[in-house]
T-cell receptor, first 116, second 114 residues
């Protein structure tokens, strides 16, 4: 597709279960980001992948959160032993990111996670 | 590190009135500035961005923003709003270095009333 694609769009899970959220970036975009948006809050940076460089994981809130990006394209965000405070919209974004940082970052529609 | 402050969490206005959504940033180096809009139950869409050159930037849907370096501000304006402009608006900043992250403000909910 032409845009950033995320799946699932909605996920309800029981507390303590693991979840995986998937992101397909725009073709050719070397940079990929994950953000979290909690109800009534701003966007919280989670992790940033840029080409073959080591990812910037400084935003991951705990060791229950991890992400990988296979083949420089698709990314999976994994949350282990989910807690109710993990309930949020998880937004993926991608960008060409050639050279300096003025490139537009394009966002997906988000994955709505509810932990019950 | 950079940070963004959106001074108003909620802005209610009447249709056809002008609106200004305020954004201030802090950074130790030069930055690029962005405004994104999020309509209900949708992802974020770029409204406009400032990279360099003219400090007045025009975006989609009749919005514009002015970069003021001395006041470290990037306020968003529209001279006449429509009901359809009701949405959450986010100001964001990136440092002018390769690989820097995009940092968002807390967002401003614009509600346009008839």
């Amino acid at each position: 597709g032409a845009g950033v694609s995320q799946s699932p769009s909605n996920k309800v899970t029981e507390k303590g279960k693991d979840v995986e959220l998937r992101c397909d970036p725009i073709s050719g975009h070397t940079a990929l980001y994950w953000y979290r948006q909690s109800l009534g809050q701003g966007l919280e940076f989670l992790i940033y992948f840029q080409g073959n460089s080591a990812p910037d994981k400084s935003g991951l809130p705990s060791d229950r959160f991890s992400a990988e990006r296979t083949g420089g394209s698709v990314s999976t965000l994994t949350i282990q032993r989910t807690q109710q405070e993990d309930s949020a919209v998880y937004l993926c974004a991608s960008s060409p990111d050639r050279g300096l940082s003025g490139n537009t970052i394009y966002f997906g529609e988000g994955s709505w996670l509810t932990v019950v | 590190a950079q940070s963004v402050t959106q001074l108003d969490s909620q802005v209610p206005v009447f249709e056809e009135a002008p609106v200004e959504l305020r954004c201030n940033y802090s950074s130790s180096v030069s930055v690029y500035l962005f405004w994104y809009v999020q309509y209900p139950n949708q992802g974020l869409q770029l409204l406009l961005k400032y990279l360099s050159g003219s400090t007045l930037v025009k975006g989609i849907n009749g919005f514009e923003a002015e970069f003021n370096k001395s006041q470290t501000s990037f306020h968003l304006r529209k001279p006449s709003v429509h009901i359809s402009d009701t949405a959450e608006y986010f100001c964001a900043v990136r440092q002018e270095t390769s690989g820097s992250r995009l940092t968002f403000g807390e967002g401003t909910q614009l509600t346009v009333n008839p």
